[in-house]
Protein backbone atom coordinates (compact mmCIF):
# COMPACT_ATOMS: atom_id res chain seq x y z
CA UNK A 1 0.00 0.00 0.00
CA UNK A 2 1.18 3.20 -0.59
CA UNK A 3 -0.32 6.35 0.86
CA UNK A 4 1.35 9.52 -0.28
CA UNK A 5 0.43 13.83 0.82
CA UNK A 6 1.90 15.93 -2.09
CA UNK A 7 1.13 19.72 -2.63
CA UNK A 8 0.30 21.11 -6.43
CA UNK A 9 -0.81 24.32 -7.42
CA UNK A 10 -3.29 25.12 -10.22
CA UNK A 11 -3.21 28.41 -12.33
CA UNK A 12 -6.60 29.03 -12.29
CA UNK A 13 -8.21 31.56 -15.05
CA UNK A 14 -11.54 31.56 -13.47
CA UNK A 15 -10.53 32.25 -9.48
CA UNK A 16 -7.73 34.79 -11.01
CA UNK A 17 -4.75 32.76 -9.07
CA UNK A 18 -2.69 30.02 -8.23
CA UNK A 19 -4.84 27.70 -6.23
CA UNK A 20 -3.47 24.89 -4.01
CA UNK A 21 -4.79 21.37 -3.31
CA UNK A 22 -2.83 18.16 -2.33
CA UNK A 23 -3.42 14.64 -3.72
CA UNK A 24 -3.69 11.52 -1.58
CA UNK A 25 -3.25 7.93 -3.60
CA UNK A 26 -3.71 5.10 -1.76
CA UNK A 27 -3.20 1.61 -4.42
CA UNK A 28 -2.30 -2.14 -3.94
CA UNK A 29 -2.28 -4.71 -6.90
CA UNK A 30 -2.76 -3.61 -10.40
CA UNK A 31 -6.15 -2.05 -10.40
CA UNK A 32 -7.44 -0.52 -13.50
CA UNK A 33 -10.21 1.57 -12.00
CA UNK A 34 -9.47 4.90 -10.17
CA UNK A 35 -11.83 6.01 -7.16
CA UNK A 36 -11.66 9.77 -6.86
CA UNK A 37 -12.90 11.61 -3.88
CA UNK A 38 -12.45 15.13 -3.81
CA UNK A 39 -12.23 16.73 -0.47
CA UNK A 40 -13.70 20.08 0.68
CA UNK A 41 -11.82 22.08 3.40
CA UNK A 42 -8.90 19.37 2.80
CA UNK A 43 -6.38 20.34 5.05
CA UNK A 44 -9.07 20.73 8.01
CA UNK A 45 -9.85 16.98 7.42
CA UNK A 46 -6.25 16.17 7.53
CA UNK A 47 -5.56 17.54 10.48
CA UNK A 48 -8.86 17.62 12.59
CA UNK A 49 -10.73 15.23 10.91
CA UNK A 50 -7.10 12.64 10.99
CA UNK A 51 -8.36 11.72 7.55
CA UNK A 52 -4.78 10.14 6.56
CA UNK A 53 -4.84 7.64 9.08
CA UNK A 54 -8.58 6.68 8.72
CA UNK A 55 -8.56 6.09 5.35
CA UNK A 56 -5.14 3.48 5.94
CA UNK A 57 -7.13 2.20 9.33
CA UNK A 58 -10.59 1.59 6.88
CA UNK A 59 -8.50 -0.26 3.94
CA UNK A 60 -6.86 -2.45 6.39
CA UNK A 61 -9.96 -3.86 7.95
CA UNK A 62 -11.55 -4.52 4.85
CA UNK A 63 -8.27 -6.43 3.58
CA UNK A 64 -8.72 -5.47 -0.08
CA UNK A 65 -5.53 -6.46 -2.26
CA UNK A 66 -7.00 -4.52 -5.34
CA UNK A 67 -7.53 -0.82 -5.13
CA UNK A 68 -6.77 2.21 -6.35
CA UNK A 69 -8.36 5.64 -4.46
CA UNK A 70 -7.17 9.19 -5.21
CA UNK A 71 -8.23 11.87 -2.95
CA UNK A 72 -7.63 15.34 -3.90
CA UNK A 73 -7.74 17.68 -1.14
CA UNK A 74 -8.89 21.48 -1.64
CA UNK A 75 -8.17 23.74 1.29
CA UNK A 76 -9.58 27.64 1.20
CA UNK A 77 -6.67 29.63 2.01
CA UNK A 78 -8.54 31.78 4.81
CA UNK A 79 -11.76 31.55 6.26
CA UNK A 80 -12.85 34.71 4.46
CA UNK A 81 -12.19 32.88 1.28
CA UNK A 82 -13.75 29.76 2.23
CA UNK A 83 -17.07 31.41 2.68
CA UNK A 84 -16.66 33.18 -0.69
CA UNK A 85 -15.81 29.85 -2.11
CA UNK A 86 -18.77 27.82 -0.26
CA UNK A 87 -21.46 30.21 0.52
CA UNK A 88 -24.14 30.74 -2.49
CA UNK A 89 -24.14 34.61 -1.46
CA UNK A 90 -20.48 34.13 -1.76
CA UNK A 91 -18.46 36.42 -4.56
CA UNK A 92 -16.59 33.60 -5.87
CA UNK A 93 -19.38 30.85 -5.33
CA UNK A 94 -20.38 30.72 -8.63
CA UNK A 95 -16.23 31.02 -9.92
CA UNK A 96 -15.41 28.28 -7.83
CA UNK A 97 -18.15 25.77 -9.13
CA UNK A 98 -16.85 26.71 -12.58
CA UNK A 99 -13.26 26.31 -11.56
CA UNK A 100 -13.75 22.98 -9.58
CA UNK A 101 -15.78 21.34 -13.29
CA UNK A 102 -13.77 23.00 -16.13
CA UNK A 103 -10.15 23.50 -14.28
CA UNK A 104 -9.65 21.13 -11.88
CA UNK A 105 -11.41 17.88 -12.39
CA UNK A 106 -10.44 17.62 -16.00
CA UNK A 107 -6.70 18.39 -15.21
CA UNK A 108 -6.70 15.43 -12.37
CA UNK A 109 -8.77 12.85 -14.83
CA UNK A 110 -6.88 14.19 -17.97
CA UNK A 111 -3.92 12.73 -15.65
CA UNK A 112 -5.66 10.05 -14.49
CA UNK A 113 -6.23 8.80 -18.49
CA UNK A 114 -2.71 9.53 -19.03
CA UNK A 115 -1.70 6.16 -16.76
CA UNK A 116 -4.36 4.18 -18.82
CA UNK A 117 -6.67 3.87 -16.20
CA UNK A 118 -10.16 5.18 -16.02
CA UNK A 119 -12.35 6.01 -13.05
CA UNK A 120 -15.04 4.15 -11.35
CA UNK A 121 -16.19 6.44 -8.72
CA UNK A 122 -16.04 9.95 -8.42
CA UNK A 123 -17.11 11.48 -4.97
CA UNK A 124 -17.50 14.75 -2.98
CA UNK A 125 -16.65 15.27 0.79
CA UNK A 126 -17.46 18.46 2.49
CA UNK A 127 -18.71 19.11 6.48
CA UNK A 128 -20.83 22.61 7.56
CA UNK A 129 -20.71 24.98 4.54
CA UNK A 130 -18.20 22.50 2.56
CA UNK A 131 -21.03 19.69 2.52
CA UNK A 132 -23.25 22.59 1.10
CA UNK A 133 -20.91 23.59 -1.80
CA UNK A 134 -20.94 19.89 -2.66
CA UNK A 135 -24.39 19.86 -3.16
CA UNK A 136 -24.63 23.09 -5.21
CA UNK A 137 -21.28 21.03 -7.63
CA UNK A 138 -23.29 17.92 -7.93
CA UNK A 139 -26.50 19.59 -8.81
CA UNK A 140 -24.78 21.38 -11.54
CA UNK A 141 -23.53 18.09 -13.28
CA UNK A 142 -25.46 15.35 -11.39
CA UNK A 143 -24.65 12.66 -14.30
CA UNK A 144 -20.78 13.55 -13.43
CA UNK A 145 -20.96 12.28 -9.73
CA UNK A 146 -21.25 9.39 -7.72
CA UNK A 147 -20.84 9.94 -4.44
CA UNK A 148 -21.63 12.43 -2.29
CA UNK A 149 -20.17 12.19 1.65
CA UNK A 150 -22.36 15.06 3.65
CA UNK A 151 -21.44 15.72 7.58
CA UNK A 152 -23.74 18.20 8.89
CA UNK A 153 -24.51 20.06 5.75
CA UNK A 154 -25.04 23.97 5.74
CA UNK A 155 -27.55 23.70 3.74
CA UNK A 156 -30.28 26.42 2.61
CA UNK A 157 -32.61 27.17 0.42
CA UNK A 158 -30.46 27.84 -2.50
CA UNK A 159 -29.39 24.04 -2.07
CA UNK A 160 -33.43 22.82 -1.82
CA UNK A 161 -33.99 24.62 -4.97
CA UNK A 162 -30.78 23.35 -6.81
CA UNK A 163 -32.15 19.87 -5.96
CA UNK A 164 -35.74 20.17 -6.92
CA UNK A 165 -34.74 21.33 -10.17
CA UNK A 166 -32.96 18.17 -10.99
CA UNK A 167 -35.51 16.20 -13.33
CA UNK A 168 -34.32 13.11 -13.53
CA UNK A 169 -32.59 10.55 -11.14
CA UNK A 170 -28.75 10.73 -10.53
CA UNK A 171 -26.59 8.17 -9.92
CA UNK A 172 -25.30 9.42 -6.33
CA UNK A 173 -25.12 7.25 -3.55
CA UNK A 174 -25.68 9.91 -0.75
CA UNK A 175 -23.92 9.64 2.88
CA UNK A 176 -25.94 12.35 4.95
CA UNK A 177 -25.15 12.48 8.90
CA UNK A 178 -26.11 15.40 11.06
CA UNK A 179 -26.48 16.12 14.99
CA UNK A 180 -29.61 16.65 17.00
CA UNK A 181 -28.14 19.55 18.61
CA UNK A 182 -27.60 21.42 15.30
CA UNK A 183 -30.97 22.86 15.49
CA UNK A 184 -29.32 26.52 15.27
CA UNK A 185 -26.09 27.29 14.56
CA UNK A 186 -24.09 30.61 13.76
CA UNK A 187 -21.74 31.26 11.50
CA UNK A 188 -19.02 33.56 13.28
CA UNK A 189 -17.66 35.00 10.28
CA UNK A 190 -20.83 36.95 9.10
CA UNK A 191 -23.32 36.09 12.30
CA UNK A 192 -25.55 34.38 10.09
CA UNK A 193 -28.35 31.61 11.53
CA UNK A 194 -28.05 28.35 9.94
CA UNK A 195 -30.99 25.77 10.86
CA UNK A 196 -28.22 22.93 10.21
CA UNK A 197 -31.12 19.89 11.44
CA UNK A 198 -33.79 21.05 9.72
CA UNK A 199 -32.49 22.09 6.65
CA UNK A 200 -30.53 18.76 6.37
CA UNK A 201 -34.79 16.54 7.00
CA UNK A 202 -35.92 18.74 4.08
CA UNK A 203 -32.92 18.39 1.61
CA UNK A 204 -33.05 14.43 2.89
CA UNK A 205 -36.57 14.36 1.58
CA UNK A 206 -35.80 16.04 -1.14
CA UNK A 207 -33.43 13.60 -2.56
CA UNK A 208 -35.73 10.06 -2.29
CA UNK A 209 -37.09 10.50 -5.83
CA UNK A 210 -33.39 11.53 -7.15
CA UNK A 211 -30.67 9.65 -5.34
CA UNK A 212 -29.82 6.09 -6.41
CA UNK A 213 -29.08 5.22 -2.26
CA UNK A 214 -29.28 7.47 0.50
CA UNK A 215 -28.14 6.63 3.82
CA UNK A 216 -28.82 9.23 6.24
CA UNK A 217 -28.01 9.65 10.27
CA UNK A 218 -29.38 11.63 12.58
CA UNK A 219 -27.05 11.51 15.83
CA UNK A 220 -26.58 13.17 19.37
CA UNK A 221 -23.89 15.42 18.45
CA UNK A 222 -23.20 19.24 18.10
CA UNK A 223 -21.79 21.30 15.12
CA UNK A 224 -18.01 20.37 16.06
CA UNK A 225 -15.28 18.80 14.26
CA UNK A 226 -15.04 15.84 17.46
CA UNK A 227 -18.64 15.14 15.46
CA UNK A 228 -17.23 14.56 11.99
CA UNK A 229 -13.67 12.87 13.08
CA UNK A 230 -15.95 10.50 15.00
CA UNK A 231 -18.20 9.94 12.39
CA UNK A 232 -15.37 10.12 9.58
CA UNK A 233 -14.68 6.22 9.21
CA UNK A 234 -18.73 5.64 8.36
CA UNK A 235 -18.10 8.08 6.15
CA UNK A 236 -15.00 6.94 3.95
CA UNK A 237 -16.47 3.14 4.62
CA UNK A 238 -19.54 4.51 2.49
CA UNK A 239 -17.82 5.45 -0.21
CA UNK A 240 -15.58 2.30 -0.07
CA UNK A 241 -18.00 -0.24 -0.04
CA UNK A 242 -20.98 1.26 -1.57
CA UNK A 243 -21.62 1.37 -5.34
Known sequence: MISNLEEHQINSHTLGKKQLYYSMEVRE???QAVDVLYVQDGMDYLRLGKLQDTWDHILKEEGRRDYHFLLILVPPS???ERYHYYHPSGTHHDRYIHF???ELVPLI???IRALGKRIQKRGLLGDSLGAAICIALASEEPKEWTHL???SG????F???KIRNIKTSAPWNVYQVVGNLEGSVTYPLTGETFSILPANRTLYEELQPIAENHTYYEEDEDHLWDFWRR???RALHYFLTKG
Open 231 to 233: DLP
Open 100 to 102: FHH
Open 154 to 157: AFTD
Open 29 to 31: GQS
Open 109 to 111: EKQ
Open 149 to 151: LLQ
Open 159 to 161: HIH
Open 78 to 80: TSE
